[in-house]
């Protein structure tokens, strides 16, 4: 049965603030996973290694959906994102204050974990109030939110470059503005995380193709955000010209995310998701035919939305199918899910262009999207098979 689409269904405070809150942390994400692989590709490190520094991260996010029910339970859900807002500002200050390899390691995967608790609560406290028919558009508004930020931040360091504090600076400033728009959440969305919990080996039985597919979109996120910047100075661009790189990813999910959002409400949330897998998979195939030319823009632009698109319709499908402690067990499988997948895109990137060259990062992650799509048709098969019969 349809929700019922009133208007008055939207806690449009609780909306605004969650999106500004989780717009801070975005720029300074999409501003840091630039700066730190540009940073070690200018220190000569390799691929598979900038690969598992990268994906320290989501090591730290994979951590994080274990304490965060906990955490929120016990110092209540806006204390513990306003704590996590200003520990992260501090924390990006430290890379340029040790600007070593090996102590790098441990900064991302603390960076995982705090910035993870922010999206996640974030997600709960978004999900909780976009209710109705009108709920895959309202998390569209959520994704293009993310996306914009996302792509300024990185943006930032084609203007600022790669070296000194200035970069950090910018970012942890950034953060510590943070505290401002989570301290707008009612205190009403803030304690829905602390219903009983739900745990995620229990929510597992229950949506297993959504969670895959999330684990596959991570995996693409993983990879494009850690070696599509690296994929550009590889085919010779400038480190500030392959920092835009990822703007134009962020860009696609800017204005699509709202009408991948429309699609869903209007048509099928899994129809529309298998479209955004089809789109994507034919970016990734022609990345090798267009980094030298002008095209890569518009492709990378395409990509990012169809990409990102899966998120999107997955949220939407989660908060159409789930409620209360499932709801917030789904979020935080969410967070697990994307945090595994991340964590394998970003090694398998790294390894396959260290195996077959730089176009062994677009390639590996083809074969895991063609990989879902034919998963896809032989459950349909075999759904269409039982009806028959």
Same mark, same amino acid.
């Given at each position: 049965? &349809?929700?019922?689409?009133?208007?008055?269904?939207?806690?449009? #405070?609780?909306?605004?603030?969650?999106?500004?809150?989780?717009?801070? =942390?975005?720029?300074?994400?999409?501003?840091?996973?630039?700066?730190?692989?540009?940073?070690?590709? @200018?220190?000569?490190?390799?691929?598979?290694?900038?690969? *598992?520094? +990268?994906?320290?991260?989501?090591?730290?996010?994979?951590?994080?959906?274990?304490? !965060?029910? #906990?955490?929120?339970?016990? =110092?209540?859900?806006? #204390?513990?994102?306003?704590?996590?807002?200003?520990?992260?500002? *501090?924390?990006?200050?430290?890379?340029? &204050?040790?600007?070593?390899?090996?102590?790098?390691?441990?900064? #991302?995967?603390?960076?995982?974990?705090?910035?993870? +608790? *922010?999206?996640?609560?974030?997600?709960?406290? %978004?999900?909780?109030?976009?209710?109705?028919?009108?709920?895959?558009?309202?998390?569209?508004?959520?994704?293009?939110?993310? @996306?914009?930020?996302?792509?300024?931040?990185?943006?930032?360091?084609?203007? &600022?470059?790669?070296?000194?504090? *200035?970069?950090?600076?910018?970012?942890?400033?950034?953060?510590?503005?943070?505290?401002?728009?989570?301290?707008?959440?009612?205190?009403?969305?803030?304690?829905?995380?602390?219903?009983?919990?739900?745990?995620?080996?229990?929510?597992?039985?229950?949506?297993?193709?959504?969670?895959?597919?999330?684990?596959?979109?991570?995996?693409?996120?993983?990879?494009?955000?850690?070696?599509?910047?690296?994929?550009? %100075?590889?085919?010779?661009?400038?480190?500030?010209?392959?920092?835009?790189?990822?703007?134009?990813?962020?860009?696609?999910?800017?204005?699509?995310?709202?009408?991948?959002?429309?699609?869903?409400?209007?048509? @099928?949330?899994?129809?529309?998701?298998?479209?955004?897998?089809?789109?994507?998979? $034919?970016?990734?195939?022609?990345?090798?035919?267009? !980094? $030298?030319?002008? /095209?890569? /823009?518009?492709?990378?632009?395409?990509?990012?939305?169809?990409?990102?698109?899966?998120?999107?319709?997955?949220?939407?499908?989660?908060?159409?199918?789930? @409620?209360?402690?499932?709801?917030?067990?789904?979020?935080?499988?969410?967070?697990?899910?994307?945090?595994?997948?991340?964590?394998?895109?970003?090694?398998?990137?790294?390894?396959?262009?260290?195996?077959?060259?730089?176009?062994?990062?677009?390639?590996?992650?083809?074969?895991?999207?063609?990989?879902?799509?034919?998963?896809?048709?032989?459950?349909?098969?075999? $759904?269409?098979?039982?009806?028959?019969?």
């Amino acid at each position: 049965m &349809t929700d019922n689409p009133n208007t008055d269904q939207i806690n449009w #405070r609780n909306l605004v603030a969650a999106c500004a809150a989780v717009c801070v =942390f975005a720029f300074s994400l999409g501003e840091m996973f630039p700066l730190l692989a540009l940073n070690m590709e @200018s220190w000569g490190v390799s691929e598979s290694v900038i690969g *598992l520094n +990268t994906a320290m991260a989501p090591i730290g996010i994979l951590i994080a959906g274990l304490i !965060i029910p #906990r955490m929120s339970h016990a =110092f209540g859900a806006k #204390r513990v994102a306003m704590f996590m807002a200003a520990a992260t500002g *501090l924390l990006f200050l430290l890379y340029p &204050t040790f600007p070593s390899l090996w102590v790098w390691f441990p900064l #991302r995967l603390l960076q995982g974990i705090f910035v993870a +608790t *922010l999206f996640a609560l974030s997600e709960a406290w %978004v999900l909780g109030n976009a209710k109705g028919a009108y709920r895959g558009r309202v998390v569209g508004i959520y994704a293009t939110s993310i @996306s914009a930020t996302f792509g300024v931040g990185a943006g930032v360091v084609g203007w &600022t470059g790669i070296e000194g504090y *200035l970069p950090f600076a910018i970012g942890a400033g950034i953060l510590f503005i943070a505290v401002l728009p989570i301290s707008l959440v009612s205190e009403e969305a803030a304690n829905a995380g602390d219903q009983p919990h739900v745990s995620m080996l229990s929510f597992l039985p229950k949506a297993p193709l959504l969670l895959i597919a999330i684990s596959v979109h991570a995996m693409f996120d993983g990879g494009m955000l850690g070696f599509l910047s690296i994929y550009g %100075v590889r085919h010779g661009m400038s480190t500030s010209t392959a920092a835009l790189t990822i703007t134009a990813l962020s860009l696609g999910n800017v204005f699509f995310q709202i009408p991948i959002g429309w699609i869903a409400d209007h048509t @099928s949330k899994r129809r529309t998701m298998i479209g955004c897998f089809f789109v994507a998979s $034919a970016c990734l195939a022609l990345f090798p035919f267009a !980094i $030298a030319t002008i /095209w890569i /823009w518009p492709l990378v632009l395409i990509a990012g939305a169809a990409g990102f698109g899966i998120y999107t319709v997955g949220l939407a499908e989660l908060g159409d199918r789930f @409620s209360g402690p499932d709801l917030i067990a789904g979020t935080s499988a969410f967070s697990t899910m994307w945090g595994l997948g991340a964590l394998i895109g970003a090694a398998l990137c790294g390894k396959a262009m260290d195996l077959f060259g730089p176009h062994g990062f677009p390639g590996v992650l083809l074969v895991v999207f063609v990989s879902f799509i034919l998963i896809q048709a032989a459950r349909g098969f075999r $759904a269409a098979r039982r009806a028959r019969s």
